[in-house]
């Protein structure tokens, strides 16, 4: 407590904790922020590899159905698909930006009383 720690002190005493500085410095309600953005990018990948293979499906079930198939299935279908309605994929994609900007935002919050 008589003097600041110097860089490379507190290398030193980080990795001998097994961690990093930016981990000894950082506030933990900022790395709660920091890891829900990680989360809510993880999400929106995904979101956007299921909407790209529900996009696939539907052309390839739309594919089918432009075929000879058995008169109720190509009803169950139809039926199914405007359930989903056109836009399903840009719904899912709508509520995955707004959690992407959810995040972003108490990231910033988190910083700015950190900061304060």
């Given at each position: 407590?008589?003097r600041s720690?110097?860089?490379?002190?507190?290398m030193?005493?980080?990795?001998?904790?097994?961690?990093y500085?930016?981990r000894m410095v950082?506030?933990?309600?900022?790395r709660?922020?920091?890891?829900?953005m990680?989360?809510?990018?993880?999400?929106l990948h995904?979101?956007?590899t299921y909407?790209?293979?529900?996009?696939?499906m539907?052309?390839?079930?739309?594919s089918l159905?432009n075929?000879?198939?058995?008169p109720n299935?190509?009803?169950?279908?139809?039926s199914?698909?405007?359930?989903?309605?056109?836009?399903?994929?840009?719904?899912a994609?709508?509520?995955?930006k707004?959690?992407w900007?959810?995040?972003?935002?108490?990231?910033?919050?988190a910083?700015?009383e950190s900061?304060?």
């Amino acid at each position: 407590g008589q003097r600041s720690i110097r860089l490379n002190e507190a290398m030193v005493i980080a990795e001998a904790l097994g961690t990093y500085i930016a981990r000894m410095v950082t506030p933990e309600d900022e790395r709660q922020a920091l890891r829900d953005m990680k989360q809510a990018e993880t999400d929106l990948h995904r979101i956007v590899t299921y909407t790209l293979r529900f996009l696939d499906m539907r052309y390839s079930i739309g594919s089918l159905l432009n075929r000879e198939i058995a008169p109720n299935f190509r009803a169950d279908v139809e039926s199914w698909l405007r359930e989903l309605g056109p836009d399903a994929p840009l719904r899912a994609a709508g509520r995955a930006k707004d959690e992407w900007d959810e995040g972003i935002a108490a990231y910033h919050k988190a910083k700015a009383e950190s900061d304060g």
